[in-house]
């Protein structure tokens, strides 16, 4: 099985590609690659969007690339095959963010990309740090995880939804922060898990194990 | 509820831990690499790499060591040291680091911190500001590892740097740092009421309870510290149980 983490040119490409290649390495038949090449992706079992970045400088670099974002839509589409996106890879999954401007993401998950703005003043932004999670709902990719586990944020914007249901788990900052929303064959996660140790590295080869 | 961070910091030169880290079961205490491996299993929450020397010649060896930390440790890392431009950040971003640290450029043109944020996102650029205490109450950047004065205020530069697009502050106290005295609480406090991004206090720390202090009365989301984990008088997790202890919320493993 071939999982490809998606080069957009943003994101800590290296960290995430190493987490994978670890927990790849203790499944049968398993194999990453980095790629840009909308002939791979088509060829991939899964795929994940990584993210580190601006909301629209992600977008337009993901436009940019001649047949990427084509090659995303068929993959994820048309042919269903397993999604991942993290941080601004989850917000990506939204109708629009609202980071510098209004820019259209990809619209799998109905919800925008909106500031964190705490009340308490003495709430910092960005979140960033260790945040506990609050699981509410079941999926095959949060198997062994459970409501206490820490994972590592670093964001100031927030994925706001219309469905709940579609929300898996968030965390708590002045209210709550989704960490995790879930569509069909495709999941997001607000932190990083290539920076979240054992927690983080878990949710990995749960999605490397997902079959939907 | 988001915890306060703990991170270890480590000076590097030429690929090499400048202090060497004193863990009884480190095979080379000199390699980054391995020290970073040590902490990630200790708990700590962060790791930063300062290049002490960087240079233009040796940025390879600085990118090397992200690209080999991010291969073994699956935590957050911020790497500093020489970072001039965008196409710094975003080499460092590919090897593997989290978060880039900004000095001395920012200082120079706070605009790279626009343009960097601008392209890789504030929670990426983190600005490094050396201060030192120039009149009570009053503190001043300092560059060059505090040889160089630059005449500007310390809590105006912390702003601007942040209307710029800067996510983290790593505030160092060049009267306090290598003396174990504590970290400059006065200026901590100030700088963390003046910005709305997590302050991360440095420079000073000799025992816990200093480290308690940067949090409840400096303000910092986070503490960093560096002599009093290498030398191996606390470890990582005394020091968690410690700010626990005093009510900080503190990722506990």
């Given at each position: 099985m071939l999982t490809a983490l998606i080069d957009y040119e943003s994101g800590n490409l290296h960290s995430a590609q190493k987490a994978f290649e670890r927990m790849a390495a203790d499944l049968p038949n398993e194999e990453v690659v980095v790629t840009s090449d909308p002939e791979v992706l088509r060829h991939a079992d899964r795929l994940v969007l990584p993210g580190d970045g601006a909301f629209p400088a992600c977008k337009a670099a993901l436009v940019e690339k001649t047949g990427l974002y084509e090659a995303l839509l068929e993959a994820v589409e048309e042919d269903a095959k397993p999604f991942l996106g993290i941080c601004v890879g989850m917000q990506m999954m939204a109708r629009f963010g609202h980071e510098y401007q209004t820019t259209p993401g990809l619209g799998w998950i109905a919800?925008?990309?909106?500031?964190?703005?705490?009340?308490?003043?003495?709430?910092?932004?960005?979140h960033m740090g260790w945040n506990d999670l609050v699981i509410t709902g079941a999926h095959p990719v949060l198997a062994g995880l459970k409501t206490g586990d820490h994972a590592y944020f670093v964001h100031s914007y927030q994925f706001v939804l219309e469905d709940m249901t579609q929300r898996l788990a968030h965390v708590d900052y002045d209210g709550e922060i989704s960490a995790i929303v879930s569509s069909g064959t495709r999941i997001g996660m607000q932190f990083h898990p290539e920076k979240s140790q054992s927690t983080g590295l878990r949710l990995i080869s749960n999605f490397l194990n997902w079959r939907p | 509820m988001l915890k306060t961070r703990i991170i270890p910091c480590l000076d590097v030169a030429e690929g090499r831990v400048v202090k060497g880290v004193n863990f009884v079961d480190l095979v080379d205490a000199g390699d980054p690499?391995?020290?970073?491996?040590?902490?990630?299993?200790?708990?700590?929450?962060?790791?930063c790499f300062l290049d002490i020397k960087a240079t233009h010649e040796n940025r390879g060896t600085l990118f090397d060591l992200?690209?080999?930390?991010?291969?073994?440790?699956f935590m957050p890392l911020t790497v500093g040291g020489g970072v001039r431009s965008p196409a710094d950040v975003r080499n460092l971003l590919l090897a593997g680091a989290d978060k880039v640290s900004f000095n001395s450029a920012a200082v120079?043109?706070?605009?790279?911190?626009?343009?960097?944020?601008?392209?890789?996102?504030?929670?990426?650029?983190?600005?490094?500001?050396?201060?030192?205490?120039?009149?009570?109450?009053?503190?001043?950047?300092?560059t060059h590892g505090g040889r160089r004065a630059t005449g500007i205020d310390a809590i105006e530069f912390a702003r601007t740097v942040v209307s710029k697009g800067a996510g983290e502050i790593l505030l160092t106290s060049m009267d306090r740092d290598g003396t174990r005295a504590g970290f400059n609480l006065p200026l901590t406090r100030a700088i963390s009421d003046a910005v709305?991004?997590?302050?991360?206090?440095?420079?000073?720390?000799?025992?816990?309870?200093?480290?308690?202090?940067?949090?409840?009365?400096?303000?910092?989301?986070?503490?960093?510290?560096?002599?009093?984990?290498?030398?191996?008088?606390?470890?990582?997790?005394?020091?968690?149980?410690?700010?626990?202890?005093?009510?900080?919320?503190?990722?506990m493993s």
């Open positions: 919800g925008d990309i909106r500031p964190i703005q705490p009340t308490d003043f003495s709430l910092k932004v960005p | 690499v391995e020290a970073a491996r040590a902490y990630d299993a200790a708990g700590a929450d962060e790791l992200a690209r080999r930390t991010a291969e073994k440790c120079a043109d706070p605009d790279v911190i626009a343009q960097s944020a601008n392209h890789f996102g504030s929670q990426c650029v983190v600005v490094a500001i050396d201060a030192k205490t120039v009149s009570p109450g009053k503190w001043e950047i300092f709305s991004v997590p302050v991360i206090a440095s420079g000073g720390v000799g025992n816990l309870d200093h480290l308690v202090e940067g949090v409840t009365q400096g303000g910092a989301s986070a503490v960093l510290a560096a002599s009093i984990f290498h030398f191996g008088n606390f470890t990582i997790q005394e020091a968690k149980a410690h700010m626990a202890a005093a009510g900080i919320p503190m990722r």
